[in-house]
Every structure is written in C-alpha cells, then in structure tokens.
C-alpha cells in the first residue's frame, strides 16, 4: 500500500512527543523503548482484554438473564458493562500496536482511538452517576424513591453516551495514521507544531476524566459515610468497606496516569525542558495508562460480585451449567460410546 497520498508524514516539529529545547539548541527525538518492555505492554493488553471480557460479559449475563433490569442500579450496571466493553475493544490492537508498528489502517485507528476514549468518559460518568445514586437512595431516601425509576435511568444513560462521545470529537479529530522513519504510527497529528489542541485535550481529561468525577464521588461517600454511622444495622460495616474501596480505587488507578498527562502538558508549554527528564517521562506515561486499564477489569468485581445478590446469581448459573454437563456425561448416549469397542483399530 501506498501511504504517500493518504498518510501525512512526521516532520520533527510535527509529532507530539518531539520537542526543541532553546537552551540545547537542539531537538530531543523521544523515542519509544523497544526493548523487553514492549513484550511486557503486549502481555498486559492481552491479560486485561480476556479478564475484562469475561468479567463484563458475566455482568451483562446476569443481569439480563437473571435480574431482567428491575431496577436503576441494573441499567447503569449494564452501561457501566457495555462501557467496559467498549474500552476493551481496543487492548488487542494496542497490544500488537505495542510490539512494531501500526498495520490496520486510518479507519481503524480511528475507531480503536474513539471505542477507548468513548469507553473511558462512558465509564467514568457512569461510575459518577452511579455515585449520585447511590447517595440519594441512603441520604435521600424518600426522595429517591420518586426519581430513582428504570425509565429515568435509561435517559440519563444515553445522555451520558452522547455527552462521552461529544467530549471524544477533539481526540478523534487529531487522531491518524502517520509515517514516521519509515513506520507507520497511530498518533495525534499537530500539524505545523500546534500544541493548542494537544494541551486542551489534555486538560479534559483532567478536568473531565478526573478532578469533577472525583469531587463528586468524594461529596457523596463522605455524606453517605456520615449517614451509615447513624445506621445500627449488621451490614453497616460491610457498606463502610465497599465505600471505600470504591473511592480508592478510582484514585489509585486514574491518579497517576493524570498527573503524568499534567506534566506532559507542562512539557508542550517548555516548562519542562530537559531532554531526559522527557524520556522519562514517556515512560511514566505508557506505564500509568497501563495501570489505569486495570479499572475496566475491577469494575465488575466492585460493582457486581460483591453484592450478595450478584453472587447467588452467579452461583446458580454455574451450578445450572455444571449440572447439564453432569446429566450430559451420564446419559446413556454417552456411556454407550464409552463402554462400545473400537473395531478395526
């Protein structure tokens, strides 16, 4: 295939991830380490893509075949499942991505770029909201019971999948195929070195990815916590536990890739301007992505098997399974082909 007419090509001040240093005078070319820690990403990917997809598809299962959606908690369930989906779409390509070049096309690199942005804003307003609902069902009780509808919750998950998508148009229109030294790269394409958009889409995901969903999650769990010890139940201190867990683990994986994005930023302002203190910090950034994919694969376990509801449900659709391969195994079909001899061999 011919990219000259379709694939722009990377001059040095085109890519994002080249930066001249005034002092040097010189350009610092941060290349991509491909050494052992290429295999590692690709292993990683791999790993996170089938336990995501197992575990999401589970959630999806149960509670369409189990619970048939009864309640607003199942519908943002199931969007926060097919949100988790989404983003897993995407691990495969960048886990071949990771070991060489990228080999599927403009289009795909496009959609593999838009099915991970459009999953990770999906997932975190989802997670977001599903906070809000949590808070005014136990603080707001009897105004919950009003505004806490399965119809309610289907609307306010489209908005929230036309909000995630919206927000993902600037990446996606930045995002291409492009040439550089004779590779063919799934990058953000800034031409005539044009950091403006670079550093706003940075800032959204931020603002939008981090600080405004952690502000509200940690408004409705201190509220929530505030009401809990007022509640004299045995499951009090199981509610407790999983409050946290929740908070926690959304800072602990989404924290540092932010924080590295923040100083990627301050690199495209010049205010970080050392050349190896860039390498490192490219590093730090493939490294802290890595880690915030985790999350997809945590959500079905915070959000779904931890209930007790979620278990007994999961526990029944095994055990159903189990007990059709058993009949299965001792029918008589089957045990005639056993006990028959083989002829001729």
């Known amino acids: 295939m011919n990219y000259s007419t379709s694939t722009p090509s990377l001059n040095t001040s085109d890519y994002y991830d080249d930066y001249y240093y005034p002092h040097g005078a010189s350009t610092c070319s941060m290349e991509k380490i491909k050494t052992f820690t290429s295999v590692v990403f690709a292993v990683l990917y ?23 959606l009864t309640s607003v908690t199942d519908v943002y369930l199931l969007n926060l499942a097919i949100s ?69 919750g289907i609307i306010i998950s489209m908005a929230l999948w036309v909000c995630a998508l919206l927000i993902s148009i600037p990446n996606l229109i930045y995002i291409k195929e492009v040439i550089d030294d004779n590779a063919t790269k799934c990058v953000p394409y800034y031409a005539d070195n044009n950091q403006i958009w670079k550093l706003l889409t940075n800032f959204e995901v931020n603002i939008m990815g981090l600080l405004i969903p952690l502000g509200i999650l940690i408004f409705c769990y201190s509220h929530i916590l505030k009401n809990l010890k007022k509640c004299q139940t045995c ?18 994986f989404w924290t540092p890739y932010n924080i590295m994005l923040f100083l990627d930023s301050l690199r495209s302002l010049h205010i970080i301007d050392d050349c190896e203190t860039s390498k490192k910090l490219d590093v730090a950034l493939e490294v802290t992505e890595v880690l915030s994919f985790i999350h997809c694969c945590l959500n079905p376990v915070i959000y779904a098997f931890v209930g007790e509801r979620f278990k007994k449900y999961l526990h029944e659709l095994f055990g159903k399974h189990t007990r059709f391969f058993l009949i299965c195994k001792n029918h008589s079909i089957f045990q005639s082909y056993r006990t028959t001899p083989s002829v001729g061999l």
């Open 84 to 152: 988790d989906l989404l983003f897993v779409f995407s691990l495969p390509f960048l886990a071949y991505y990771s070991l060489g070049q990228w080999i599927f096309g403009n289009i795909m690199c496009k959609i593999v770029c838009g099915s991970y942005y459009i999953g990770f804003y999906s997932g975190i307003f989802l997670i977001t909201v599903m906070s809000v609902d949590r808070y005014l069902s136990i603080v707001h009780t009897i105004h919950a019971l009003k505004i806490r509808t399965v119809l309610r």
């Open 235 to 252: 499951n009090r201190y199981k509610a407790i536990k999983l409050v946290f867990v929740v908070v926690i683990v959304f800072f602990l």
């Open 46 to 68: 791999s790993l996170l893509f089938v336990f995501g997809l197992v575990g999401n598809f589970l959630v999806i299962w149960i509670l369409v075949a189990c619970k048939k």
